[in-house]
């Protein structure tokens, strides 16, 4: 992990590499267990990620602290990462060249991990990890594939890629948080599994 965090801080070669040494942000890497059973993977890091190099610290990370804790867990017994590692400007979506550029350090971080769920929050890590694990025939909108696993083979064996909603859509609307929630219960079973 600390050889990928010394690449990402000189990867000069992400359009995103500007803006983050000019605004003095941070790349992140990620944080958690290296031994976790289960890898949340968002989308990419906001403003308060980038200042502090820590994933999902603001108010998506909030609900997500608040997600792990209704199905028992905590940050120290998962691993949390993005699929682009550094701030895109004003929070804008990150292009599908930004995220085929960073997503080989998220494969590399798969590796070391070795999680027996991948959780993909929202569409972007959803859609990544769907053609990674050659479940491109699957692909369905999120609204639809939230809360179903899909088992797949890995290198190190057999694993769980879960869709779920990203936790942003939670924070105005209950009915999501509800569906996250009930979507969080399902995941967890898989570990257990
Ligand atoms: N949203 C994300 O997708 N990732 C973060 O780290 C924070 C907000």
């Known amino acids: 992990m600390d050889q990928i965090y010394a690449e990402l801080l000189k990867f000069k070669k992400s359009p995103l590499y500007k803006y ?26 906001g403003r308060k990620e980038a200042e502090s190099g820590r994933p999902f ?11 792990l804790a ?9 691993y949390i990462t993005n699929i682009v590692k550094d701030r895109p400007p004003e929070n804008r979506d990150p292009t599908p060249e930004e995220k085929e550029l960073y997503a080989p350090f998220l494969d590399r971080q798969i590796e070391i991990i070795k ?16 053609y ?4 491109e025939s699957k692909l369905e909108p999120i609204s639809q594939a939230h809360g ?21 859509v939670a924070i105005y609307n209950r009915n999501q948080k509800a569906t996250l929630i009930k979507d969080f219960k399902i995941m967890k079973k898989k570990v257990l599994l």
């Open 132 to 135: 990674h694990f050659g479940l």
């Open 115 to 130: 999680p027996k769920v991948v959780a993909a929050l929202g569409r972007h890590s959803m859609e990544y990890l769907m």
């Open 70 to 78: 209704s199905v028992k867990l905590k940050r120290e017994d998962v």
């Open 20 to 45: 983050r040494t000019e605004n003095k942000y941070l790349p992140v890497l990620g944080e958690g267990s290296l031994t976790a059973k289960i890898m949340f993977v968002g989308e990419a890091p």
């Open 57 to 67: 610290c603001g108010a998506s990370g909030k609900l997500l602290d608040e997600l």
């Open 148 to 168: 179903k696993a899909f088992e797949v083979k890995a290198p190190y064996g057999k694993i769980s890629v879960v869709a779920l909603y990203h936790p942003a």
